[in-house]
C-alpha cells in the first residue's frame, strides 16, 4: 500500500467537480468577508465558488479544502475567457491579458471596464485596444536579425515586427531560461504583452512541445499565486492545487495525503507558527551555531583578541599575531605565573572574569540548543524509519484478511499507523516551541503534556514494531492496538489545545530574539480563529 492508498484509506475526501456552473469563475479572494447565510449571491464567494466554511485549528481539517489539477486550471482559463471575450467583444488574446492583469476576477474586470477610461485601462493592463490595432509592421525587416521578408514578419497589434525565428528563439529564452509567462514584445521600450494564441502559433509542433508544456506550467503558477485562497501542494510529485476557504488558513490537507502549512509551505509544522519554525531553520542552517561553538571552544587573545584554539596540554599560550603571551586557564599575563601557575593568582580579576562568563554564557547556549536539536532530528529520524513500518502493517492485514477479517475491519492498524505519524510529526515541533520559550509555570505544564505525549507515541511504536506482527490473538491484538491509539489522539490533543489556548490568551512569552514578531503573528492566528 502506498503513501497516497494509506491516507485516501482513511478519508473519504469527494472529489472537486472540474468546470462547475456558468457562474464560478476565478472570483474574488474571500479573506475579509462576513458571510451571510441568507445570500445567495455567489459572486462575492472564493475562487470557484468555494464557500466558507468551520473555523480552522492548528490540527487539520480535511473538510475543508478543495483541489485542482493545471489543465483543470487551464480549461478554467480557457472557458472565462470565452466568456469575457463574448460579453465585451474582445478578441481572446486582449481578454486574457486584461483577466490576468485583474488576477482573473471576472467581477473586477467588468465593472473597471465599464467605469474607467479605456486609454489607462488597457495601457496599464500592457495591452492595445483593439480599435488601435496595427494590420502591417512599422518597418520592412526583422528588427533583430535584419530578415527583410516581409512575409515572414509578425507583429502582435504593436508595429514591431520580427521573423518567426526570432520570435521563437526570444519565446525559449523568456519561457525555458527565465521561468516567465508574462511576456513583453522584443522591441526596446515597448511593454506590450505577448497574447497566448501568439505563443501557441509560434511554438507549434513536436520541436517545441517542452517549451509550449513549460510555458503552460508558469500560466497555471501564475493563476495560483495571483490568488491568496490557493496554493500547489508541495509534496514531491503532486499535481494538485488546494483551494482554501479563506487566505488565512493554516494546516491543510492535500487530495494526496500530505499535509501543509497554507501560509508558508512547510510540512504541517503543528503546534509551531511560522515566523517560529522560520527563526528555528535559519538557525541549523546559517553559521549562527558555528558562532557559538568558536566561543565555546575557543578563547581571544587578552591583547589584540585574535581567536585562539588551544591543541595542547600546556596552558601556556603564545599568539601567533602579537606574540603575546597569557595563562590559558586565567587569561592573565604569564610572567607573574612563575613556576606557581597552579595557584593562578589573578584568576579572580574582573577583566579575566567577563571574558570568562561570556565563555561560559555561549557553552551554556550551546548546550542547550544541542538538547533541542537533538531531539528535533531525533524523532525525524523515527518518522523516516517508520515508513516501513507501513509495510510491515500492509502485510499483516492481507494476512488478517485470509484469516476471515474484513477490509474495514482490519483498516485499525493503517489508522494506527496515520496516529503514529502524526503524533512523531508534533512532537519533533513541540522541540521548536520549547526553544523559543521562557520557562514559565504554563511552560511546565506544556512540558508535562510533551512527556506524556511522547511516552504514549511510543508505547504505540514498539506494540506495532515489536509485537503486532507476532501476534496471533487478533481479536486482542485489535483491542489493544485501539487501545493504544485512542491514549495517542488524547494526549495529542491535549497538547495542541493547550498551546492553542495559550495562543488565544497570550499566556506565552518567548525568548527575546522572537518576541516582538510573535506578537503579530499570534495576533494573526487568533483572526483566523474567528473567520
Same mark, same amino acid.
Given at each position: @500500500?502506498?503513501?497516497?492508498?494509506?491516507?485516501?484509506?482513511?478519508?473519504?475526501?469527494?472529489?472537486?467537480? /472540474?468546470?462547475?456552473?456558468?457562474?464560478?469563475?476565478?472570483?474574488?479572494d474571500?479573506?475579509?468577508?462576513m458571510?451571510?447565510?441568507?445570500?445567495?449571491?455567489?459572486?462575492d464567494?472564493?475562487m470557484?465558488? #468555494?464557500?466558507?466554511?468551520?473555523?480552522?485549528t492548528?490540527? /487539520?481539517?480535511?473538510?475543508?479544502?478543495?483541489f485542482?489539477?493545471?489543465?483543470?486550471?487551464?480549461?478554467?482559463?480557457?472557458?472565462?475567457?470565452?466568456?469575457?471575450?463574448?460579453?465585451?467583444?474582445?478578441?481572446?488574446?486582449?481578454?486574457? #491579458?486584461?483577466?490576468e492583469?485583474?488576477?482573473?476576477?471576472?467581477?473586477?474586470?467588468?465593472?473597471?471596464?465599464?467605469?474607467?477610461?479605456?486609454?489607462?485601462?488597457?495601457?496599464?493592463?500592457?495591452?492595445?485596444? *483593439?480599435?488601435?490595432m496595427?494590420?502591417?509592421?512599422?518597418?520592412? @525587416?526583422?528588427?533583430?536579425?535584419?530578415?527583410?521578408?516581409?512575409?515572414?514578419?509578425?507583429?502582435?497589434?504593436?508595429?514591431?515586427?520580427?521573423?518567426?525565428?526570432?520570435?521563437?528563439?526570444?519565446?525559449?529564452?523568456?519561457?525555458?531560461?527565465?521561468?516567465?509567462?508574462?511576456?513583453?514584445? *522584443?522591441e526596446?521600450?515597448?511593454?506590450?504583452? #505577448?497574447?497566448?494564441?501568439?505563443?501557441?502559433?509560434?511554438?507549434?509542433?513536436?520541436?517545441?512541445?517542452?517549451?509550449?508544456?513549460?510555458?503552460?506550467?508558469?500560466?497555471?503558477?501564475?493563476?495560483?499565486?495571483?490568488?491568496?485562497?490557493m496554493?500547489?501542494?508541495?509534496?514531491?510529485?503532486?499535481k494538485?492545487?488546494?483551494?482554501?476557504?479563506?487566505?488565512?488558513?493554516?494546516?491543510?490537507?492535500?487530495?494526496?495525503?500530505?499535509?501543509f502549512?497554507?501560509?508558508?509551505?512547510?510540512?504541517?509544522?503543528? *503546534?509551531?507558527?511560522?515566523?517560529?519554525?522560520?527563526?528555528?531553520?535559519?538557525?541549523?542552517?546559517?553559521?549562527?551555531?558555528?558562532s557559538?561553538?568558536?566561543?565555546?571552544?575557543?578563547?581571544?587573545?587578552?591583547?589584540?583578541?585574535?581567536?585562539?584554539?588551544?591543541?595542547?596540554?600546556?596552558?601556556?599560550?603564545?599568539?601567533?599575531?602579537?606574540?603575546?603571551?597569557?595563562?590559558?586557564?586565567?587569561l592573565?599575563?604569564?610572567? *607573574?605565573?612563575?613556576?606557581?601557575?597552579?595557584?593562578?593568582?589573578?584568576?579572580?580579576?574582573?577583566?579575566?572574569?567577563?571574558?570568562?562568563?561570556?565563555?561560559?554564557?555561549?557553552?551554556?547556549?550551546?548546550?542547550? +540548543?544541542?538538547f533541542?536539536?537533538?531531539?528535533?532530528?531525533?524523532?525525524q529520524?523515527?518518522?523516516?524509519?517508520?515508513?516501513?513500518? #507501513?509495510?510491515? /502493517?500492509?502485510?499483516?492485514?492481507?494476512?488478517?484478511?485470509?484469516q476471515g477479517?474484513?477490509?474495514?475491519?482490519?483498516?485499525?492498524l493503517i489508522?494506527?499507523?496515520?496516529?503514529?505519524?502524526q503524533?512523531?510529526?508534533v512532537?519533533?515541533?513541540?522541540?521548536?516551541?520549547?526553544? +523559543?520559550?521562557?520557562?514559565?509555570?504554563?511552560?511546565?505544564?506544556?512540558?508535562?503534556?510533551?512527556?506524556?505525549?511522547?511516552?504514549?507515541?511510543?508505547?504505540?511504536?514498539?506494540?506495532?514494531?515489536?509485537?503486532?506482527?507476532?501476534?496471533?490473538?487478533?481479536?486482542?491484538?485489535?483491542?489493544?492496538?485501539?487501545?493504544?491509539?485512542?491514549?495517542?489522539?488524547?494526549?495529542?490533543?491535549?497538547?495542541?489545545?493547550?498551546?492553542?489556548?495559550? +495562543?488565544?490568551?497570550?499566556?506565552?512569552?518567548?525568548?527575546?530574539?522572537?518576541?516582538?514578531?510573535?506578537?503579530?503573528?499570534?495576533?494573526?492566528f487568533?483572526?483566523?480563529?474567528?473567520?
Amino acid at each position: @500500500m502506498d503513501d497516497e492508498e494509506t491516507f485516501m484509506a482513511m478519508s473519504d475526501d469527494e472529489e472537486f467537480p /472540474v468546470g462547475g456552473s456558468d457562474d464560478e469563475d476565478f472570483g474574488e479572494d474571500n479573506d475579509d468577508v462576513m458571510v451571510d447565510d441568507d445570500d445567495d449571491d455567489g459572486d462575492d464567494e472564493a475562487m470557484f465558488g #468555494v464557500e466558507e466554511s468551520g473555523a480552522p485549528t492548528l490540527l /487539520v481539517d480535511e473538510t475543508q479544502c478543495t483541489f485542482i489539477t493545471a489543465d483543470e486550471l487551464i480549461a478554467q482559463q480557457v472557458h472565462l475567457i470565452k466568456e469575457i471575450s463574448s460579453v465585451l467583444q474582445l478578441p481572446h488574446g486582449t481578454a486574457r #491579458v486584461l483577466l490576468e492583469h485583474f488576477g482573473w476576477s471576472k467581477e473586477q474586470l467588468m465593472e473597471r471596464y465599464w467605469t474607467e477610461d479605456h486609454d489607462k485601462l488597457f495601457a496599464d493592463a500592457r495591452c492595445i485596444q *483593439p480599435k488601435d490595432m496595427k494590420d502591417q509592421c512599422d518597418e520592412d @525587416m526583422c528588427s533583430i536579425c535584419g530578415n527583410d521578408n516581409k512575409e515572414e514578419l509578425l507583429q502582435i497589434g504593436c508595429g514591431h515586427g520580427f521573423c518567426h525565428e526570432c520570435w521563437v528563439a526570444y519565446l525559449e529564452e523568456k519561457i525555458l531560461s527565465q521561468g516567465k509567462q508574462s511576456i513583453e514584445c *522584443p522591441e526596446y521600450n515597448c511593454n506590450i504583452l #505577448v497574447d497566448e494564441s501568439t505563443v501557441t502559433s509560434l511554438l507549434k509542433g513536436p520541436a517545441h512541445a517542452e517549451t509550449l508544456a513549460r510555458y503552460y506550467e508558469r500560466v497555471a503558477d501564475a493563476i495560483v499565486d495571483s490568488k491568496k485562497t490557493m496554493r500547489w501542494c508541495p509534496a514531491p510529485d503532486c499535481k494538485f492545487a488546494v483551494i482554501a476557504p479563506h487566505s488565512k488558513c493554516k494546516m491543510v490537507k492535500c487530495k494526496c495525503g500530505f499535509e501543509f502549512c497554507f501560509q508558508c509551505g512547510q510540512e504541517n509544522h503543528t *503546534p509551531v507558527l511560522c515566523l517560529m519554525l522560520k527563526a528555528w531553520l535559519k538557525k541549523c542552517a546559517d553559521d549562527s551555531e558555528t558562532s557559538n561553538w568558536l566561543q565555546a571552544h575557543t578563547k581571544p587573545c587578552p591583547k589584540c583578541a585574535s581567536v585562539i584554539e588551544k591543541n595542547g596540554g600546556c596552558n601556556h599560550m603564545s599568539c601567533r599575531k602579537c606574540k603575546h603571551e597569557f595563562c590559558w586557564i586565567c587569561l592573565g599575563d604569564w610572567e *607573574p605565573h612563575g613556576s606557581s601557575w597552579f595557584n593562578c593568582t589573578r584568576f579572580n580579576d574582573s577583566e579575566t572574569a567577563v571574558v570568562r562568563e561570556k565563555v561560559d554564557a555561549s557553552r551554556s547556549l550551546l548546550k542547550r +540548543y544541542l538538547f533541542y536539536f537533538d531531539r528535533f532530528k531525533n524523532h525525524q529520524s523515527s518518522r523516516q524509519f517508520e515508513e516501513k513500518l #507501513v509495510k510491515a /502493517v500492509d502485510w499483516k492485514m492481507k494476512q488478517m484478511q485470509k484469516q476471515g477479517w474484513g477490509w474495514v475491519e482490519v483498516q485499525f492498524l493503517i489508522q494506527a499507523v496515520a496516529t503514529l505519524q502524526q503524533a512523531r510529526r508534533v512532537l519533533q515541533y513541540t522541540y521548536v516551541f520549547a526553544y +523559543y520559550l521562557k520557562k514559565t509555570p504554563q511552560c511546565l505544564i506544556f512540558e508535562e503534556n510533551q512527556a506524556d505525549l511522547q511516552m504514549q507515541t511510543e508505547r504505540l511504536s514498539e506494540y506495532l514494531e515489536q509485537r503486532a506482527a507476532k501476534m496471533d490473538d487478533l481479536h486482542n491484538l485489535k483491542q489493544q492496538v485501539m487501545n493504544l491509539r485512542a491514549y495517542c489522539e488524547h494526549r495529542l490533543q491535549k497538547l495542541v489545545e493547550h498551546v492553542e489556548e495559550g +495562543y488565544k490568551v497570550g499566556f506565552w512569552e518567548y525568548d527575546e530574539k522572537i518576541a516582538e514578531e510573535m506578537v503579530g503573528q499570534v495576533d494573526e492566528f487568533n483572526e483566523s480563529l474567528e473567520l
